[in-house]
């Protein structure tokens, strides 16, 4: 088990998916990212630096992971794309779906301004102070 | 730590203690103090293997058996007897009903520790295969038998499933107009499961082109109707899949397809290979996905390859993948061969780390004959 997921805000989460991500982890991935969902996390930054390999299996649990979150207006976001990833991203056009980021802290900011974002929270101020 | 789990069933709370500590030590272990108990601990999760007394108050050891062989869930978990009862009728009633050890007190530790290892091996050992026995039929069944002749082209197709590999499919079939559909995926995942949804996937796939062709022979349709299935279909609600379907018609020397986030097709020519670029997104990821049917021509001497994620993501020597380059290149020293593809794993493994392929591997190969 490589990943790590850190709570950034109540509604986002940070997961550093660290050296793979993979037919090895990538049960332990999906019940700990569902864990947080079920906490109420809506949107997950998943942080590829460093990643060498993310397997088809892994790439399932992200679509899992995606697919549950879609209905119920979270998103999963990548951050740090390393190149074995980015191969893999390429190939199956799910750049199409997941957006991409240089940083951890680029891919917050746009979720943290994105007006989604906003509507999630529900209570959150709308314009800004 | 072991993952196996032993279930101990003893009345004697100083030696369930005991059990508990030293089993403990190497399994993930429950205790219950009767049968009774034994039995809702099962209910909740069944454990690789029981270890119980005989005599124990509200249900005791035999009744305990008896009720778990009837159960088809819990029929067949390892189960050894460890008891007072010495003399041989009960140790002949006991060794009677099927179990696997029957250990009289006061036992070594040491012994009941071997053969609680020796047990849960041989039973995961005969899992392993069932499994692989499983997984190759399943293999077997998602391959074709024949492949298509057609006067100026040759169609080959080669494929090694692993016990332990994906999800690889090729299928193809003959339409009323001459031309051939071809369907190449790999669902997602690893070992039974993603060949279990392979299986059940190429049969939807089967039935969907069969009942639409009557009114579209288009893969980008086709492959509209499969991404709107697997995203409704409660059972196939997890999986993911690529897939390439390609309509070959061979008297305009014609391919049109649809590719869906699979490994993209490779044009092998004298002047050497290009990628056949143009793909969507993998299939049950999104109900809006647009797919789009893209055509172009093999010219003389030139061949198709279809192939799964076995051939590119294969480690060449220096550590790399192959990528779509190196599998490129491969088929390109294959194209003169009279066994191209044959030739092209050759020439792969030559450059491989490994003296094996490490996953599934499927190559279709399409070649039209020279002018």
């Known amino acids: ?129 | 730590m072991n993952e196996h789990s032993v279930l101990i069933v003893e009345d004697n709370p100083t030696l369930r203690r005991l059990l508990e500590y030293r089993i403990g030590k190497h399994y993930d272990v429950r205790a219950a103090e009767h049968g009774e108990e034994a039995l809702e601990f099962v209910e909740t999760r069944a454990p690789d293997l029981i270890i119980s007394d005989i005599m124990m108050p509200k249900m005791d050891g035999f009744a305990l058996l008896k009720a778990l062989r009837r159960n088809e869930r819990t029929a067949t978990i390892p189960f050894i007897f460890l008891t007072a009862k010495s003399d041989e009728a009960s140790r002949a009633k006991g060794l009677s009903t099927g179990i696997d050890d029957y250990i009289t007190k006061p036992f070594d530790i040491d012994y009941v520790l071997a053969r609680v290892e020796q047990i849960i091996q041989r039973s995961q050992v005969y899992q392993t295969k069932l499994n692989a026995r499983i997984g190759r039929d399943f293999s077997d069944r998602l391959m074709p038998k024949t492949m298509p002749r057609e006067e100026g082209y040759r169609a080959l197709f080669f494929s090694q499933p692993k016990e332990d590999g994906g999800g690889d499919l090729f299928d193809w079939v003959q339409l009323t107009d001459g031309s051939y559909l071809f369907t190449i995926g790999d669902i997602m995942g690893k070992g039974l499961q993603a060949k279990f949804y392979a299986f059940s996937f190429l049969s939807y796939i089967r039935s969907t082109i069969h009942a639409m062709l009557g009114s579209t022979v288009s893969p980008a349709t086709l492959m509209r109707r499969v991404n709107a299935m697997l995203i409704q279909d409660q059972v196939l609600e997890e999986t993911f899949a690529s897939l390439l379907l390609l309509r070959w018609e061979p008297a305009r020397d014609r391919v049109t397809y649809c590719n869906a986030g699979h490994c993209r097709p490779i044009l092998v020519g004298l002047q050497g290979a290009g990628i056949i670029d143009y793909s969507d997104l993998i299939l049950g990821l999104d109900p809006q996905t647009e797919f789009t049917d893209k055509a172009f021509t093999i010219p003389p001497g030139s061949a198709l390859l279809c192939y799964t994620d076995g051939l590119n993501e294969q480690v060449t020597k220096s550590g790399q993948q192959f990528g779509e380059a190196g599998v490129a290149l491969s088929a390109s020293e294959a194209l003169q061969a009279p066994q191209p593809i044959k030739m092209l794993l050759e020439s792969m493994l030559e450059r491989s780390a490994d003296a094996h392929f490490a996953d599934d591997i499927l190559a279709f190969w399409l070649q039209r004959d020279a002018d």
């Open chain 1, 1 to 129: 088990m490589s990943f790590t997921i850190q709570k950034a805000t109540p509604t986002t989460a940070v997961v550093r998916v660290g050296k793979a991500l993979d037919f090895r982890n990538a049960a332990d991935f999906k019940a700990s990212c569902q864990e947080h969902t079920r906490a109420g996390t809506r949107y997950f930054v998943l942080d590829f630096s460093g990643t060498g390999i993310l397997d088809s299996t892994g790439l399932g649990v992200i679509f899992s992971l995606y697919r549950q979150l879609t209905p119920i207006g979270g998103q999963v976001v990548f951050a740090s794309v390393s190149r074995p990833v980015q191969v893999v991203v390429q190939l199956t056009r799910t750049y199409k779906v997941f957006r991409q980021f240089p940083t951890v802290e680029a891919a917050y900011d746009a979720l943290e301004r994105s007006p989604a974002a906003g509507r999630a929270t529900g209570a959150a101020p709308t314009g800004t102070a």
